[in-house]
Every structure is written in structure tokens, then in C-alpha cells.
């Protein structure tokens, strides 16, 4: 089954199947991902510029800014959910956490 994906709106959604399905708005704290100095980077994510399917995996290019302290810088390849069964079901932003930060 294949999945479309692009992105909206100048970048401001990333669009799945032709709904509408994350949106620019989500702040997701980074805490092992060198984004900046913070310990943990909450990172509003601005606007997408690529995305794709990695091995079931939707990962996209964004724009991101630390609301913390103000760094602004890109990111490739961030994982914001994964495709079962042809339907993309989001991370939350806590899940993302505990996927780049394995405990143990
Ligand atoms: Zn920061």
C-alpha cells in the first residue's frame, strides 16, 4: 500500500494520505539530540521542508527554534511517527524522547 506524503501550506503541515496530519506548532523536547546548550532543548518545530518514509518510519526536515534560548537551526530526518498498516500514527513528543533516549 502506498502512502503520500508531502508537505502544506509552505511547509507549515506535513500532509499524509491527504489529510493533514502534523502540524508546525508541537514543541518537543530534545534532550540527548545536540541541538543546542540546553540541557533539554524544547524545540518548537517552525515549518517542514522534506519529508519522507524511512523503513515504515515518517521522518521530516524542519525548522526548529529552542524556546529556551532562541537557537534556531534545521533538522534532518526527524522521526514524527511511523506508518502501520497504511495509517500513520503519530509520536508524542515524550514517545520521540524515550525512542532517541533508550533507557537502560
Ligand atoms: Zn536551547
Not at 523536547?29 to 524544547?42: G, I, K, R, S, T
Not at 534560548?69 to 498498516?85: A, E, K, L, Y
Not at 520521540?96 to 537502560?104: A, K, T, Y
Request: aromatic share 10%; proline share 3%; hydrophobic share 40%.
Amino acid at each position: 500500500m502506498t502512502v503520500a506524503v508531502r508537505t502544506l501550506d509552505d511547509g507549515a503541515w506535513i500532509s499524509i494520505n491527504d489529510s493533514r496530519a502534523v502540524s508546525n506548532s508541537g514543541i518537543w523536547p530534545l534532550a540527548h539530540y545536540d541541538f543546542c546548550d540546553c540541557e533539554v532543548a524544547y524545540v518548537l518545530l517552525e515549518s517542514f521542508y522534506d519529508v519522507g518514509i524511512d523503513h515504515h518510519e515518517v521522518v521530516v526536515g524542519t525548522i526548529g527554534q529552542c524556546i529556551e534560548c532562541g537557537h534556531q537551526d534545521s533538522i534532518d530526518d526527524f522521526p514524527v511517527g511511523r506508518i502501520v498498516d497504511g495509517e500513520f500514527h503519530a509520536y508524542e513528543a515524550s514517545e520521540f524522547q524515550s525512542l532517541v533516549e533508550p533507557e537502560g
